[in-house]
């Protein structure tokens, strides 16, 4: 059944994708169940009372009740856009690696029963959402950043606005604090102590950088990327920007980086 599932996902999106890069037996089936409310354009309450977070996505966020917060751009679209896709829609569940977030809602990709469309990529192709993975939820990556890619390139959706615009090095400074998709050339690269540091600029004090653990250097060899052999090449890395010797973004796992040629 699970083989069937991922054939069916990449049938359904009438995309020219490459094949999938997940292994089927690294999802398990959470059953079905019908989706009864839409809390944003990723997260859904289901008629069994769990809450579901679309794995592997970022859709632009509501402020939820929360004080001092304001909405991103696009964020009641990408809400509408899902509740048009799945509210009262029954939906399958394939769970992921690790299925349940720090606020105990479930992380699975879900499939429409009735529409068969795969919620994620839907999102994902119609420029309502960003490709968000963690360490331990990377599955359907690939194919999830073949999707945004035909979106950027399309204009679609948050793709046709300066929010969710791809930065710069020399202007991500700007965007500390939030998180944010950077494209540029690898000035140099360097091994220091137990950290491997990609640099953007001829000062690693004020320019942009990013930061791995030597420990995951194996995670990105595995996935054929040599960090130390970058240098002089265009990257386009995605992350929460943070402020160490100026703008910086440090990677866990290698789906948050792709070498462009």
């Known amino acids: ?12 999106l009438l995309l020219p994708m490459p094949l999938l890069a997940a292994n089927p037996q690294d999802l398990q089936s959470g059953g079905t169940a019908r ?11 289901l008629d069994d009372a769990r809450h579901v977070r679309l794995v592997g996505i970022q859709a632009p966020k509501l402020a939820l009740g929360r004080p001092n917060f304001r909405p991103w751009p696009l964020s009641a679209e990408a809400k509408q856009e899902l509740q048009d896709l799945a509210l009262g829609k029954r939906v399958e569940l394939w769970l992921a690696p690790s299925s349940e977030d720090r606020h105990g809602r ?36 690939s194919e999830q950043l073949a999707l945004e890619r035909q979106a950027r390139a399309d204009g679609l959706g948050i793709w046709a606005l300066p929010y969710y615009a791809l930065r710069t090095p020399d202007n991500v400074r700007h965007d500390v604090g939030t998180f944010q998709i950077v494209q540029g050339r690898v000035m140099d690269t360097a091994r220091v102590k137990k950290r491997i540091y990609l640099n953007f600029g001829a000062d690693w004090r004020s320019d942009f950088t990013i930061k791995v653990d030597v420990r995951k250097e194996a995670l990105f060899k595995k996935a054929g990327i040599d960090l130390l052999a970058l240098k002089g090449q265009r990257v386009r890395v ?23 040629r």
């Open 106 to 141: 479930i992380l699975a990709h879900l499939v429409s029963v009735e529409a068969q469309i795969w919620l994620q990529g839907e999102m994902v192709r119609k420029g309502l959402a960003r490709v968000y993975t963690f360490p331990d939820n990377r599955i359907l990556a």
């Open 1 to 12: 059944m699970q083989h069937i599932i991922f054939s069916w996902i990449i049938g359904l």
């Open 238 to 260: 995605r992350g929460w920007v943070k402020m160490q010797n100026g703008a910086m973004i440090e990677l866990d796992h290698p789906e948050r980086l792709e070498p462009l």
């Open 35 to 45: 989706i009864v409310s839409v809390v944003d354009g990723d997260t859904v309450v």
